[in-house]
């Protein structure tokens, strides 16, 4: 195996990674403050789309966790720049909340359902049958159908969540149509945040909780890669199930402060 060259940025996941159901991992906040301490390039990357990196700001703040704006990076905005490297100032039919609503308005796009080049797909707690109607509908008259992220459930204090894979399904059952995913594990969006700080993915590493996402989008990105054991994949015979596997395993993000 040839050998890495050293990390000069760090991307990480930030559910079950910095953060568990609305609280802080013990670490995360040592491991941010070392990365700003540092100067060092990173990026706080969510599959989740509800939210606009301002609002996660906040968020993240009443924790303890100091993330600025400019280092968060969203799959609402990873879908924003896709659709505006693929059609600029195109149209769009949109169930999601203000993180997409906005990343698509930032970029100059005009949400409407009358012919829309695009029905995207988001995070919502309020998934409505009249709004799946109307995108089936949509897509069977020729929109193009994207989807932020393919997680089938999300996490809540009361448990499992169906997310924005689940829904996708449906409405993939009801057109025939699959979507584009632009999230995790498509490299694409790591591809895209290390573009947005100046970073290179041979010199950039991964940190996350998910085998199915995090790690996967790492590896798919030519990134070294770190597992934590605080969140979905919690033992080694979970990793041992998937054909590929983490560079690195650690028991959560206190583990790898020394690492910057």
């Known amino acids: 195996m040839a050998e890495r060259k050293p990390i000069e940025s760090w991307l990480t996941d930030m559910d079950g990674v910095l953060i568990h159901e609305g609280i802080p991992i013990p670490g995360a906040d040592a491991f941010i403050k070392r990365l700003r301490d540092s100067g060092k390039p990173f990026l706080v990357l969510t599959n989740n789309s509800i ?3 301002r609002d996660l700001h906040a968020r993240l703040s009443r924790m303890g966790l100091d993330v600025p704006v400019g280092n968060i990076w969203t799959s609402a905005l990873a879908t924003a720049q896709f659709l505006d490297d693929q059609r600029p100032g195109g149209t769009a039919y949109v169930i999601g909340e203000a993180g997409l609503t906005t990343a ?3 970029i100059g796009y005009v949400l409407t359902d009358v012919e829309p ?5 988001g995070e919502t707690r309020t998934y409505s049958f009249e709004a799946l109607t109307k995108a089936i509908r ?4 020729g929109a193009r159908f994207i989807a932020t992220n393919p997680d089938e459930t999300g996490p809540s204090a009361e448990g499992a969540l169906p997310a924005t894979g689940s829904v996708a399904a449906l409405i993939t059952k009801a057109t ?3 979507p584009y995913f632009v999230g995790k594990p498509n490299p694409l969006m790591m591809r895209a945040g290390l573009n947005a700080i100046g970073a290179h993915s041979e010199t950039s590493a991964m940190i996350g909780d998910r085998m199915d996402t995090d790690v996967l989008a790492g590896l798919e990105a030519g990134m ?3 597992l934590v054991l605080t969140g979905l994949t919690a033992s080694n015979e979970e990793i041992e199930r998937h054909p590929f596997r983490p560079s690195t395993v650690v028991d959560s993000i206190a583990d790898l402060v020394e690492r910057i």
């Open 224 to 226: 070294e890669t770190f």
């Open 176 to 178: 025939g149509q699959d």
């Open 51 to 53: 939210y606009t990196p």
């Open 138 to 141: 949509l897509i069977n008259r």
């Open 104 to 106: 698509l308005h930032d």
């Open 117 to 121: 080049d695009y029905v995207v797909l």
